[in-house]
C-alpha cells in the first residue's frame, strides 16, 4: 500500500534537521519513497491508496526507548523517594523473583503500550528477570503483538546479585543462544537480540569477554549499566581498582555495539575512552532524577563527538515511558547541571532521540530520519492544542511543551499501530483491564501488600 502523508510539518531529523512545513511523505510498503516541501506532485498523490491530512501536526521519526525494563510497568509508583540500592531491595526484588511468562507478556503488552502512546517506535528492553525460561518469550512476543521494532536485551548477572536473579555462565550462554535463535530476525526483522551485561559488580571479567566475544560475532548490541551511582563506582575501585569504563576498556569490550546507560559518574579519562571506542551513551534523565543519581555530563559527551540516545528507564523509576517528558527533561537538566541555557538546543534533543537512538538500535541506516529509502517509523504529534498554539518552532514545540497525549498516529514498518489516538495493534481496554487482574495475582503470591488495583 502506498501511504500519503500531506500538509503536515515534516521534522526530518536529518543531519541538516530540515523541515518542511507544510510537507509531504509518501510511504510505500516498509519504505519511505518521498520527502518534500509543500504540496505533493499530482502524480504521487494520484498514486497514494491513503491520504493522511497532517494539518496542524508535526510528523516526525519515531522515538527511540533505548533503554527501559517492562516488566516494571507492574511496579511503579512502589518506591518512590530511595536511591538505587534500597530501590531494588525494597521494590524490584521481591516481586521479579516471582513473574512468570503470562505476567512477563501482559507487563510488556502494557509497557508497549504505553511506549507507542508516547512517541517510541524502537524500544530496548534490558530484560534481567529470568525467573522462568519463558519470560523472555513472552516479552517478545508482546513486540510481535503491538508492531513496535523491538531489541530484546537479554540481561544478566552471575555474581553477586539477588540469588533468585543471579544466573550461571552454563545458564547464561545457553539461554542467550536460544533466545537468539528463537527471536532475533522475527516479524520482518524488527525483532532484535542483544547481550545485556546488568552491573559491573554482578557480572564476572571472564564472562563479559566471552558475552562480549559472541556478540562481535552475531552482530548484536551490548547494553550495560555504568556508572550510574557515585556508590557503584567507589564498589568497583574497592573490588577491581579501576572505574567502570577504565574496567570495560581493560577487558577489551569497549566498541561501536556497546550501549553504556547512564554513564553519569565518568571521569575525563573515561569520556575519552568512550570516544575513542566509539560506544553509545545511553542518557536517561527522568530516572536520574528520581533515583536522585546525578546529572551526567552531556554536553561534555557530545563536544567529544560521543553519541547520546535517550530512554525512559523502567516504569519502576520514572514512572511512566512518556519519550516526549524525556525530551523537555533531557534539556532542562543540561541547562540546569551546567548553569548554561545553551547547554542543549530543542534540536540537539532532538537528534539524540532520533538519530542517537537509531545507532543505539543499530540501525543508523535504516531508522531515525525520516529520509528516502529508510525504514517508515514515524509519529504524527497534535500541534493544535492549547499547550502549543501558536508554534513559532516546531523543535521547540516537540520538546518544551508537549507530552505524550499530543501522540496522535503512529506508524511502524509502514503498519499503522495507532491513528487518531486510539491504539488499533491490539485491544487497548482488554489489556488495561487484563494487566490489573495480572498484577494483582503476582502480588498475592509474591507474598507483597497489594495496594488497590
Request: proline content about 5%; some cysteine; charged content about 20%.
Amino acid at each position: 500500500m502506498k501511504l500519503l502523508i500531506q500538509n503536515g510539518s515534516i521534522y526530518t531529523a536529518d543531519a541538516n534537521a530540515n523541515l518542511y512545513s507544510p510537507g509531504y511523505l509518501l510511504i510505500e510498503g516498509d519504505t519511505i519513497r518521498a520527502v518534500g516541501s509543500g504540496t505533493p506532485p499530482p502524480a504521487l498523490k494520484e498514486s497514494a491508496d491513503r491520504v493522511l491530512d497532517a494539518t496542524d501536526m508535526a510528523v516526525i521519526p519515531g522515538l527511540a526507548n533505548c533503554h527501559t525494563h517492562l516488566f516494571q510497568t507492574f511496579l511503579r509508583g512502589l518506591a518512590d523517594d530511595k536511591p538505587l540500592l534500597d530501590w531494588l531491595k525494597s521494590a524490584i526484588w521481591p516481586v521479579a523473583q516471582n513473574l512468570n511468562p503470562e505476567e512477563a507478556h501482559m507487563a510488556a503488552l502494557l509497557g508497549l503500550i504505553e511506549n507507542l502512546r508516547g512517541g517510541a517506535t524502537s524500544i530496548i528492553d534490558h530484560q534481567y528477570i529470568h525467573t522462568h525460561p519463558g519470560n523472555d518469550d513472552g516479552v517478545c512476543q508482546a513486540a510481535v503483538d503491538t508492531g513496535v521494532r523491538f531489541t530484546l536485551s537479554y540481561a544478566w548477572a552471575d555474581m553477586n546479585y539477588h540469588p533468585a536473579l543471579q544466573l550461571t555462565p552454563e545458564h547464561i550462554l545457553r539461554e542467550t543462544q536460544r533466545v537468539y535463535q528463537t527471536w532475533h530476525g522475527q516479524a520482518d526483522g524488527r525483532i532484535q537480540f542483544g547481550f545485556g551485561p546488568l552491573i559491573p559488580w554482578g557480572c564476572s571479567d571472564d564472562l563479559m569477554k566471552t558475552t562480549s566475544q559472541l556478540a562481535t560475532e552475531w552482530g548484536v548490541g551490548n547494553q550495560i549499566h555504568v556508572a550510574e551511582t557515585r556508590t557503584e563506582v567507589e564498589m568497583n575501585l574497592e573490588k577491581r581498582g579501576c572505574r567502570h569504563v577504565d574496567w570495560l576498556s581493560n577487558l577489551g569490550v569497549l566498541a561501536p555495539n556497546v550501549q553504556l546507560v547512564h554513564s553519569v559518574w565518568l571521569d575525563d579519562h573515561e569520556l575519552d575512552l568512550i570516544a575513542e571506542h566509539g560506544a553509545v551513551v545511553v542518557h536517561c534523565p527522568v530516572s536520574n532524577m528520581y533515583l536522585a543519581s546525578g546529572a551526567p555530563r552531556i554536553r561534555e559527551m557530545r563536544r567529544k563527538g560521543i553519541p547520546v540516545a535517550l530512554a525512559t528507564d523502567g516504569p519502576g523509576s520514572n514512572n511512566n515511558q512518556d519519550m516526549l517528558e524525556v525530551l523537555k527533561t533531557t534539556a532542562l537538566l543540561a541547562k540546569v547541571s551546567t548553569l548554561d541555557a545553551m547547554s542543549l538546543l530543542p534540536e540537539d534533543v532532538l537528534d539524540m532521540a532520533c538519530r542517537g537512538g537509531a545507532l543505539a538500535m543499530g540501525l543508523p541506516k535504516q531508522t531515525g530520519s525520516l529520509e528516502i529509502g529508510k525504514k517508515a517509523d514515524l509519529v504524527l504529534v497534535d500541534l493544535n492544542s492549547p499547550f502549543a498554539v501558536p508554534v513559532h518552532s516546531v523543535a521547540s514545540t516537540l520538546v518544551y511543551n508537549l507530552s505524550g497525549s499530543a501522540v496522535d498516529t503512529v506508524i511502524v514498518d509502514g503498519k499503522i499501530l495507532m491513528e487518531d489516538k486510539q491504539i488499533l495493534c491490539v485491544d487497548e481496554e482488554k489489556i488495561l483491564s487484563d494487566a490489573r487482574q495480572t498484577c494483582k495475582k503476582l502480588f498475592e503470591r509474591a507474598g507483597v501488600a497489594s495496594p488497590t488495583f
